[in-house]
């Protein structure tokens, strides 16, 4: 694992920029993994500004969305696909059909995991996996627990998740759902390439279990250490308990 320290978030968003936009200037046709939260929307703010300066083109990327929660759809402002619109899709050339986001309101949740990680496939794979990391560990929304799972698959979200995610519905945990669609541990692990982004103290608990702990379940993101491939770009405060 590389670490990567930043002195703070903007800086975190400019490395990770600088990353994506290095990718695609030698892979124009790259497959990008991208995550959701508020510690990616920096970067996707520069990426969109290095879109309208004419510095980078998405005319020939794929992207694969980490997750989304089941039972929302686009309409609504919470689900992840309304979130890539708002922050990246609508602001970049990526053409329409070339960002894949799971169907929230899919009428059978496990036929649209299988079709997602089958679309990976028929995609070459991921070149880089964009990733956030949750308070406890968790990584897309595998959290832990005494057994994860491989494949894309269908969750149930834990409370702390729920509320990490309650900003983007109004700060009301009740509008939360209670179930998502998450990429497997393996689907993540198959990426080429990994970029984690972490930011704030309220993580640096995770970050230092997640790079000197065990490798174990309950905190999904030490699988990481399994990966030849990874660079953690944190700022100082994630990086406040690492030894
Ligand atoms: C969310 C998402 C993850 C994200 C993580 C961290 O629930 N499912 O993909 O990386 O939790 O979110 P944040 O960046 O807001 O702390």
Same mark, same amino acid.
Do not use: W
């Given at each position: 694992?590389?670490?990567?320290?930043?002195?703070?978030?903007? +800086?975190?968003?400019?490395?990770?920029?600088?990353?994506?936009?290095?990718?695609?200037?030698?892979?124009?046709? #790259? @497959?990008?993994?991208? &995550?959701?939260?508020?510690? &990616?929307?920096?970067?996707?703010?520069?990426?969109?500004?290095?879109?309208?300066?004419?510095?980078? +083109?998405? $005319? =020939?990327? *794929?992207?694969?969305?980490?997750?989304?929660?089941?039972?929302?759809?686009?309409? %609504?402002?919470? $689900?992840?696909? #309304?979130? !890539?619109?708002?922050?990246?899709?609508?602001?970049?050339?990526?053409?329409?059909?070339?960002? %894949? @986001?799971?169907?929230?309101?899919?009428?059978?949740? +496990?036929?649209?995991?299988?079709?997602?990680?089958?679309?990976?496939?028929?995609?070459?794979?991921? +070149?880089?996996?964009?990733?956030?990391?949750?308070?406890?560990? %968790?990584?897309?929304?595998?959290?832990?627990?005494?057994?994860?799972?491989?494949?894309?698959?269908?969750?149930?979200?834990?409370? &702390?998740?729920?509320?990490?995610?309650?900003?983007?519905?109004?700060?009301?945990?009740? =509008? @939360? &759902?209670?179930?998502?669609?998450? !990429?497997? !541990?393996?689907?993540?692990?198959?990426?080429?390439?990994?970029?984690?982004? @972490?930011?704030?103290?309220?993580? #640096?608990?995770?970050?230092?279990?997640?790079?000197?702990?065990?490798?174990? *379940?309950?905190?999904?993101? $030490?699988?990481?250490?399994? %990966?030849?491939?990874?660079?953690?770009?944190?700022?100082?405060?994630? #990086?406040?308990?690492?030894?």
């Amino acid at each position: 694992m590389i670490i990567s320290l930043c002195d703070d978030p903007q +800086d975190v968003a400019d490395l990770a920029a600088q990353r994506v936009t290095d990718l695609l200037l030698d892979q124009p046709r #790259a @497959v990008l993994g991208l &995550p959701t939260g508020r510690t &990616p929307i920096l970067l996707y703010d520069l990426l969109a500004e290095r879109h309208a300066a004419g510095t980078l +083109d998405f $005319s =020939q990327v *794929t992207t694969f969305n980490l997750d989304e929660f089941v039972g929302i759809g686009e309409d %609504h402002p919470g $689900s992840y696909r #309304a979130y !890539m619109r708002r922050y990246l899709f609508d602001r970049v050339n990526l053409p329409h059909g070339r960002g %894949h @986001v799971l169907d929230g309101l899919a009428a059978d949740p +496990d036929a649209e995991c299988e079709r997602f990680e089958e679309q990976i496939a028929a995609a070459g794979g991921l +070149d880089l996996q964009v990733l956030g990391l949750g308070a406890n560990g %968790h990584i897309g929304f595998n959290e832990p627990a005494d057994t994860l799972s491989a494949r894309t698959h269908r969750v149930t979200l834990l409370e &702390p998740s729920r509320r990490a995610n309650a900003g983007f519905f109004g700060g009301d945990l009740a =509008q @939360v &759902p209670t179930e998502a669609m998450t !990429m497997g !541990m393996g689907t993540i692990l198959k990426s080429r390439r990994i970029l984690l982004l @972490v930011t704030g103290r309220e993580k #640096a608990e995770a970050v230092s279990a997640m790079i000197n702990g065990p490798l174990t *379940t309950q905190l999904p993101a $030490s699988f990481l250490q399994l %990966h030849a491939q990874v660079e953690v770009i944190c700022d100082g405060e994630a #990086a406040s308990g690492l030894r």
